[in-house]
Structure formats: C-alpha cells, structure tokens
C-alpha cells in the first residue's frame, strides 16, 4: 500500500539551514505537501507541490522533488526558534478522487539558540 | 487562524457517554474531512464529505458516527468509545476533494477516554 515515512526527530542550531526528508512509495502521487504543527494546535499548510515539478521557492523555503527515487525534502533557510514545531509530509495519490492525503509520522524540528 | 474551528477542543468521557465534536468552515469549502492523530502515529483519515455527500469512510469502526447536515458544518458522534480512541481529532476542509486543493486544517479536538 502507500506509504510516507520521515526521520523523527532533528536539531538545528539558530540561523543554519534544516533539511527535512521524506520518501514515498505512490509512484502515482499527483501533489505533495508540506505541513507545519505547533504544540496544541492543528496541522498548517506550509507549500505544495506539483509531480511534475522538481523545485518550488518560498521565501525561506525550497522543496526540491526527485520523482524517481520518490524522495521529497523541505530546506528551511535561515531556522528562527519560532519554526520549532513538527513538519508533516504528505501526498495525494491519482486513484479516486476522494482527496485522501497519506501523511508520514512527522519530523520533529528543534531549534537551539 | 484557518478559517476552521472545532469545538470543544478539549473533551474528557467515560467508555459509556455519549458525546458530539463540531467543526465549522468558513472559507466556503465544499469538501470536509475527519482525521485522527494519535501519539506515534501517521495521521490517520477517517471520514471524506464532498457537497454533503460521504464519500470515504475509512474502515472506521461504528462507535463512530459522522454527520455533514450542510458544507460548512461536520459532527462526528461518538458512543461506547474505547481508551485507545484517546487522540487528537482534526478536522479539514478543501475547495473540493479532488486537484490539489489544499487542505486547511482546525485546531483539533483532545479526546481522552476514561
């Protein structure tokens, strides 16, 4: 079946870059997502992007898509402490049209002073 | 703020109560969905609505009940509940389920089970 899986945890210092990494397996994947959690609240969506897309900007923020090893990774430049937070992978498969998102576990992002 | 709320975010019951989580969307979204987060877990999709119809139910056991009178509204009835449903219950809408459009998350019901 489809599955997303992320590294658990990773320490930056303040003012490095952090890289997230995520793989899937749905070689069909339509959209992959990017979503942010802070303590107690919901899921916030941070950038998506396109399959057949292999880059997409965001002011501090780069996802970079290899489609054939089907790996995903998010690059925050610049951490702040207040990007502290769990980072969510997800992706949307081409079957159906139910709008089912697979998410991984999460990435627990930790940002030292 | 999403433009997505639940209430109440926090609920404690015992296994024999009955209790109702509400979410309301204001962003006139058409597709509305339940999902579970539990420690340790992949976030888990539960129920898919798309103009008011349910068009996913996944494999969730019938303690759980939903319930989407109009798209702006989601209840999810819940009854004879078990301590492992204990978790972070999320609701989302989106333009429609299908494309990519985005989904946009509440801030999740904490349910505890006694």
């Known amino acids: 079946g489809e599955d997303v899986e992320q590294s658990l945890f990773l320490s930056v210092r303040e003012g490095d870059s952090s890289v997230i990494n995520c793989t899937y397996t749905d070689s069909s994947s339509t959209y992959l997502y990017w979503y942010k959690q802070e303590p107690g609240a919901g899921l916030q969506l941070l950038t998506y992007?396109?399959?057949?897309?292999d880059m997409k900007q965001d002011q501090r923020l780069t996802v970079l898509l290899n489609k054939k090893d089907k790996h995903l990774s998010l690059r925050i430049a610049d951490t702040q402490t207040g990007d502290s937070a769990i980072y969510f992978c997800a992706e949307k498969g081409s079957s159906g049209n139910t709008g089912k998102l697979i998410f991984g576990q999460g990435t627990t992002l930790q940002v030292k002073p | 703020e999403t433009g997505v709320t639940q209430t109440p975010r926090h609920l404690v019951m015992g296994m024999t109560n009955k209790k109702s989580l509400k979410c309301e969307q204001h962003l006139g979204h058409n597709a509305m969905y339940w999902y579970k987060q539990s420690a340790k877990k992949p976030l888990e999709l539960m129920f898919v609505y798309n103009f008011k119809e349910q068009t996913e139910n996944n494999s969730v056991p019938s303690r759980f009940s939903p319930e989407c009178p109009n798209s702006s509204h989601l209840f999810l009835h819940l009854h004879t509940l078990q301590p492992e449903d204990s978790a972070l219950y999320l609701c989302?809408?989106?333009?429609?389920?299908?494309?990519?459009?985005?989904?946009?998350f509440g801030p999740g019901t904490r349910l505890t089970v006694l």
């Open positions: 989302a809408s989106s333009q429609d389920s299908d494309g990519a459009d985005t989904q946009y």
């Open positions: 992007i396109f399959s057949n897309m």
